[in-house]
């Protein structure tokens, strides 16, 4: 058996994990048990309908990143009954979102695809036990996370107000919302984990829990069919190698975005000389993110053949040609690695929800084909099948013997706050801990005009950006969530501050 180290979401789901390693599970057997936790027991955040990828190394193998990615609905419709149901909604969160739900936003879920692949590829754990600890928190009712009381603020009347049943698991009586930490119990979602649990994935995609989910979309105008159910797979890919400070790193390969964008912000930055952030090297990060994210927003987010956009970009990173341009949702993630080597990254997203839980079911349905910001072809965004755009980039890191494993939430700070972070461990050299603390920047591309986002503490090189500096350390700028073993130093793991997060270690 082998000792374990974990960064998660939260605390409790940090102990999922742990009660799945005492039981003698690997790395990517506690990752799995974390993530459940955290899709389950965040409500607004994630949901287990969504999407999820998947990146494990082994010591000894080939690094693998699973795909279960949400996919474009809508098998067998005619066209006409295409792009219907979904309602569009503004919130004040953030800067501003306006987004669509209902059940014309939802396209088809892989997340529980791609958990069931990870285990049964790699996985020691029997599949009941990896739900056992969800099972048995959705059903005794779990505490609301602050980050969830925060985003339910904003979107549990709007979007989460159109579920009875959701809704009364959120609110009093009189309609106001639960307070942090109170108990939540989501009518009938333990029931439904307990039939996957028993039954596998098939029962979600073949099943007649599919059946439900799909129907109720349908009579709500919505595309997802049980056709699109029964023929979703989670797919293995190679993932893309990134190579900084003597480290390969696996992260997610298109047709998903955020590990091509990922590779190429640590591209253009892998010849730092001066091994610190001073007004030099920041000026260089800042140049690489500007360059980076707009290639993304002009380039690959509406590509007709992304692989060789993305080949393109990070051509032009390795060779230093991005950088002469310029003269500028929601996720929950979960990090492991073990004593043998093996190190497995978790990211998972629902988007801002559809609000949609068909009856009797318990789950949340996302949004993400209505999450317009990042689906820029709208409802219709065929071919039927093809996954949706991701940032997510869950990452697994080798050297000599030594595994990372790390990721982030964030939305578009994903890509940027890991870029940040992997400088800081594996180039600057800095202690875990330090390097997720150290203060970020982030080039907000959101808006009419690029505007440069940061943390206190930094000495800000001058640039043409204007300027918005944040007061702390905030849950803008990501939430790193690592965890690493070295043959010298052993196991260690972090959580970010800026968010919720928990971690543990188990030794035997």
């Not at 609905?73 to 309602?87: C, F, M, S, T």
């Not at 919302?177 to 028993?198: F, T, W, Y």
């Not at 910001?373 to 940032?391: F, H, K, Q, T, V």
């Not at 790390?406 to 600057?428: E, H, K």
């Amino acid at each position: 058996m082998s000792d374990v180290a974990v960064a998660t979401s939260s605390q409790l789901a940090a102990d999922a994990a742990r009660e799945i390693a005492a039981g003698g599970g690997n790395a990517v057997d506690c990752a799995l048990a974390a993530a459940l936790f955290t899709m389950n027991t965040e409500p607004g955040v994630c949901a287990l309908a969504g999407s999820a990828f998947i990146t494990v190394w082994t010591e000894n193998g080939e690094p693998c990143t699973i795909d279960g990615n949400v996919a474009v609905p809508g098998a067998g419709l005619p066209q006409e009954a295409r792009g219907h149901g979904a309602v569009p909604i503004s919130m004040d969160y953030g800067a501003g979102i306006k987004t669509l739900v209902g059940p014309g936003s939802v396209s088809v879920p892989g997340s529980l695809a791609a958990l069931e692949c990870a285990w049964k590829k790699y996985g020691n754990a029997s599949w009941k036990d990896l739900f056992a600890p969800t099972i048995r928190a959705t059903r005794e009712g779990f505490p609301l996370p602050a980050a969830c009381h925060y985003y339910l603020g904003y979107s549990g009347d709007c979007i989460f107000g159109r579920s009875a049943d959701g809704y009364r698991a959120l609110h009093h009586e009189d309609g106001s919302l639960r307070d942090v930490g109170s108990a939540v119990v989501i009518p009938h979602l333990a029931d439904s984990l307990e039939s996957i649990a028993q039954e596998g994935a098939r029962l979600f995609y073949e099943g007649e829990l599919g059946a439900t989910l799909s129907d109720h979309c349908r009579d709500g105008g919505g595309m997802l069919t049980r056709e699109d159910l029964a023929s979703y797979h989670a797919i293995e890919r190679d993932p893309l190698i990134a190579e900084i400070g003597g480290w390969s790193i696996a992260t997610n390969p298109p047709p998903a975005i955020g590990g091509a964008v990922l590779s190429a912000l640590l591209l253009s930055c892998s010849d730092i000389r001066d091994r610190e952030w001073n007004r030099n090297s920041l000026l260089q990060l800042i140049d690489s993110q500007r360059a980076c994210l707009d290639f993304r927003a002009h380039t690959l987010d509406l590509a007709d053949d992304l692989d060789a956009e993305v080949a393109r970009l990070l051509s032009l990173a390795r060779s230093g040609q991005l950088l002469t341009r310029w003269t500028s949702a929601s996720t929950v993630h979960t990090s492991v690695v073990d004593s043998n080597g093996t190190g497995c990254a978790i990211t998972a997203s629902s988007g801002y929800g559809s609000g949609e839980m068909p009856a009797g079911t318990g789950l949340w349905l996302n949004n993400c084909l209505g999450e317009i910001e990042l689906n820029r072809r709208g409802l219709d965004a065929g071919p039927i099948g093809a996954r949706l755009p991701s940032n997510m980039a869950p990452s697994v890191a080798r050297r000599d013997g030594s595994v990372l494993a790390v990721g982030s939430p964030g939305a578009d700070r994903i890509t940027t706050a890991m870029q940040q972070f992997l400088i800081n461990y594996l180039l600057f050299e800095m202690q875990l801990d330090d390097a997720i603390a150290h203060p970020r920047v982030h080039v907000d591309t959101s808006g009419k005009s690029m505007r440069l986002m940061s943390e206190p503490g930094l000495d800000l090189p001058d640039t043409d950006l204007p300027a918005v500096e944040f007061p702390h350390l905030g849950m803008y700028f990501g939430g790193i969530g690592a965890a690493v073993f070295s043959p010298s130093d052993g196991l260690a793991t972090a959580a970010d501050p800026r968010r919720e997060g928990g971690t543990c270690l188990y030794e035997h």
